[in-house]
């Protein structure tokens, strides 16, 4: 597609449950990258992919959160038992490469609410 | 570690007026500079690079790595350009490709 989509546009869950967030980058990119944004605050880096491969993860909290690129599929970010600190816009974007000149293109955001 | 700074929560201007939204950065490296802009109810978009020395809907950002600043300029403000301004850092390395954003500065332009 033109522009990267990301579904679901809100989640909310209760604190323990699951949380499942998708991303479709635009075609023809071949990096993703996962940020989120807690309370309008600032950006704080997740993980990036370059294609299917995990190329970045020094932002992801380890224990609960994981993340895929497969082949023919949208791009997720999963948490496994949400805490109420999860709750925040999580934004998708992509790039046509990781050269630090590229444009990133942002998706919609989608926004979890942990109760 | 890379750092994004943008001192002003909020700015607000009239129509017309001058504005500038800073940013400072710290970065041992030599870093890649970004302006990205939400206007309300629309997605994060790239404003402009200091790679392209362009000047976007008449908005410059001069890079000054002596005194580690990326401001953000237009010399006559429009009410258009209401929205929200991050500052954004791309570094070296491993970092490569991975945006450090500041806070963001919500511009305010009045008629």
């Known amino acids: 597609g033109e522009e990267v989509a990301q579904t679901p546009k809100h989640l909310v869950r209760g604190e323990g449950q699951k949380a499942k967030l998708y991303c479709a980058p635009i075609k023809g990119h071949s990096y993703v990258f996962w940020y989120q944004q807690v309370l309008k605050n600032e950006f704080k880096f997740l993980i990036s992919?370059?294609?299917?491969?995990?190329?970045?993860e020094t932002g992801m909290p380890k224990e609960r959160f994981s993340a895929k690129c497969l082949p023919n599929s949208p791009c997720s970010l999963e948490i496994q038992a949400t805490k109420l600190e999860d709750s925040a816009v999580y934004f998708c974007?992509?790039?046509?490469?990781?050269?630090?000149?590229?444009?990133?293109?942002f998706g919609p955001g989608t926004r979890l609410l942990v109760l | 570690a890379q750092r994004v700074t943008q001192p002003e929560k909020l700015l607000s201007v009239f129509k017309g007026a001058p504005v500038e939204l800073k940013c400072n950065y710290s970065?041992?490296?030599?870093?890649?500079l970004f302006w990205y802009v939400q206007y309300s109810r629309q997605r994060l978009q790239l404003l402009l690079r200091h790679i392209s020395r362009e000047s976007i809907k008449g908005f410059t950002a001069d890079l000054n790595k002596g005194e580690t600043s990326f401001h953000l300029k237009k010399p006559f403000a429009q009410e258009e350009d209401s929205a929200m301004y991050y500052c954004a850092l791309s570094a070296g390395g491993t970092s490569y490709g991975k945006l450090t954003f500041g806070q963001g500065t919500i511009l305010t332009v009045h008629p």
């Open positions: 970065y041992s490296g030599s870093p890649e």
């Open positions: 974007a992509s790039s046509p490469s990781r050269t630090g000149q590229e444009t990133q293109y």
């Open positions: 992919f370059q294609n299917e491969n995990v190329f970045d």
